[in-house]
């Protein structure tokens, strides 16, 4: 700051500038009659005249002349001088103006360059909007703001809104024209923006499903010429031909759109094509498709072509070109890095951090997504032309494994031979060995597939019931890799059929750790749970599990039965309305339904569900045992017979059905008809003492001769069962007598002093003792002598709670007894 030197006040820096000496004005000096004189005299050798104080203009020049006057001019020809004042205002220097020196500043001014000190500027005059130029600029940015709103609204999923505001803008834009029209601006009218608004509206009728009016929209741009490329749009006209299922009509608008496009845009013909070729496998053209798609491949080739020209030749069963299409496919180039770029180096800090910031961006992500679909085309390929390709399976998925490991997708070949070794199993003349050997040749592989092999070996042992195979290969599953949550749910398994389900719950929640969308898992948590009694952590589980499979039958299901068990009928009839608004013809939840609603006692809905679940499966003994008590119930016996002869064709050994069917005869009034019965039955479980009675009292009432017979019959089947009781109960204590002297003679036995006579004495005493008394039968203890595959069907139904049904009378002429009335729902 000490070579800086403030300037004072009253000096003007810039005095003097805008002053001028009229001696370097060379404008003039041709006409200047003075200057050419001295020009040509030695007039002009005399020295210049200078101005009285240096920097400022001189006054009027006193020219000495030959007379020796004096004479004030004001210039040599008498012109104004140039730098002198005429009429107080002094003659502006235009090399100075423009920074804001004018010539009427004096000494000792203030410098304003800026023109500070004349004020604030004016304000701006107001738009006129009233003018017709105006009105249209404004109606222009309306529709532009109208077409951005339709998009914007559009991309949040609001199509409605969007053709709304489509519509407006359309409309907007009509007007903007008769505006232009009427002003007689018609040359000016934009064409971009009709362009823009008509394209939007085809564009939001599409989205919209409105495909007619969405091709009028289309058909108006293509059909105007000054429109330049719109015949482009006959693409979208033609994919929504095909939307329509018009494969004929847009094949054509797709070859007319291919004819506007030069060869310049190969991309897009290329694409075009594709859609061409893809419209002919939908029409089952597959020649014409191979042409395009062979076309392409020979062009551009890319991985879903190639797939569908496999398609197509698998389609006309082209076995050799399918093995070609197949070699094409995997030696399509993907363009993408190598995934050894992402790996960092221990050297280099500034490019691991480089690394760090693109191995998730979205580029690497796209790169992984364009890999994964790949690899899917390839296995799905393999998987459809191996059993096609060669007369054996194997053959042909070891020719597809060999291609692969000899291509970029090296990796794949572990997993093609897996899938080799599960096809094996889905087929219907699978060979187990083969598939089980397949997979255990990976044992030795690495830990990623070794774990895919193992899991899939313990999965196919527990299918078997080999669980402690199953457990081996699900501990050498987690061993290769312990974070599979596909081993860790085998192992869960193996641990849940050997009812410790509290090991099993903790496999699953490992599982759910390290997948949480892995909703096997939660499955089987929940059903441990609910093995645990936990019921409500069992109830969570399938609440969350729910709300990822929106549309399970199975996880509804369960959770009807946890509210059933948590004693909520109201919360599980609801769940399983869920259940059949999703399988209607789910017969067991149809029969859950009944049942939840008899609990409740509202019969008549029981019997709409329980009717439902018959008719969908009409072999449930528990439903049509309940169905047949309905009728019954409510005397409409005679519709219950068809259920009970239905019952008895299920269960034709089971006597008790035949019963029903006979006691429905007989309660309806058909007593021919139900003596037939019980004779039929009688004939085929001639001891059955229920049937003798119901002939005795039938042929009674009828007054048959046969009454006598029946009645000798009944009289020494009863005495038989009553000796064969005595059998069975003599045969208990016969044993455990038997047990005692056992126990008795062992401890005599070790009495060594006893003598042989009486040791023998002692075991015949003890044998004659466990013979029965005179009044027992003598081998009622004897195991081959008892019946236990009988037993009567109507004894353990006489302890239910019975509405309406009168005690059965056990004397001898069976009066007043009332039978058939047993099989009433508990």
Known sequence: MEHVHLAVEEDDLYSGYNDYNPTFDSEELENDVGFQQAVRTSHGRRPPMTAKFPGTPIGPRSLATSFGARLHMASSMGRPMTGAVQDGSARPMTAVRAAGYTSALSRGSAFDPLGQSRGPAPALEAKNEDTPEEKIKILEKKVNDLIEESCMAQSMGALQVALEKAKEAGRKERALVRQREQSGSADHINLDLTYSVLLNLANQYTNNEMYPEALNSYQIIVK????????????????????????????????????????AHKEMRIKIMQNIGVVFICMGQYTDAITSFEHIMSESPNIKTGFNLILCYYAIGDRERMKKAFQKLISVPLGIDDEDKYIPSNEDTSSNMVIEAIKNDKLHQMER??????????????????????????????????????????????????????????????NQVEAVETLKAFEKKDSRVKSAAATNLSFLYFLEKDYDQADRYADLAMNADRYNPAALINKGNTVFVKQEYEK???????????????????????????RLNRLEEALDCFLKLHAILRNSSQVMYQLASLY???????????????????????????????????????KSQAFQYYYESFRYFPCNIDVIEWLGAYYIETQFCEKAIQYFERATLIQPTQVKWQLMVASCYRRSGNSQK????????????????????????????MQLKEVQDYATKLKKVEKMKEIREQRIKSGREGSARSRREGRESSAGSAD?????????????????????????PYEANSPKELDASYVDPLGPQMDRPKTGVKKRVEDDD??????GDDLLPE
């Open 814 to 819: 069976f009066a007043d007894e009332e039978l």
């Open 224 to 263: 105007n010429k000054m429109f330049s490329n719109a015949g482009r749009l006959k693409v979208n006209m033609a994919n929504i031909y095909f939307k329509q299922k018009n494969y004929p009509k847009a094949i054509k608008f797709y070859r007319m759109a291919l004819d506007q496009i030069t060869n």
């Open 564 to 602: 059933e068990l948590l004693e909520n009928p109201e919360q599980a009839i609801e769940w399983l309305m869920q259940v059949i608004s999703v399988t209607p013809t789910d017969a067991q939840a149809l029969a859950k339904l009944g049942e939840l609603h008899d609990g409740e006692g509202d």
């Open 752 to 776: 060594s002093g006893r003598s042989s006579s009486s040791t023998k004495g002692e075991r015949l005493s003890a044998k004659m003792r466990s013979l029965p008394g005179s009044n027992e």
């Open 674 to 701: 139900a003596l037939e019965t019980y004779k039929e039955i009688h004939r085929k479980f001639p001891e059955n003492v229920e049937c003798l009675r119901f002939l005795v009292r039938l042929c009674t009432d």
């Open 504 to 530: 099993a719950a903790e496999f699953y929640k490992e599982a759910l750790r390290n997948d949480s969308s892995c909703t096997e898992g939660l499955y089987n948590l929940g059903l441990t749970y609910k």
């Open 369 to 430: 997504d364009l890999k994964t679909l790949a690899e899917k085309y390839i296995m799905t390929a393999a998987k459809l032309i191996a059993p096609a390709i060669e007369t054996l399976f194997a053959t042909g998925f070891d020719w597809c494994v060999d291609m692969v490991k000899s291509s970029q997708y090296v990796e794949l070949a572990n997993d093609l031979e897996i899938n080799k070794a599960i096809t094996y199993l889905r087929q219907k003349d699978f």
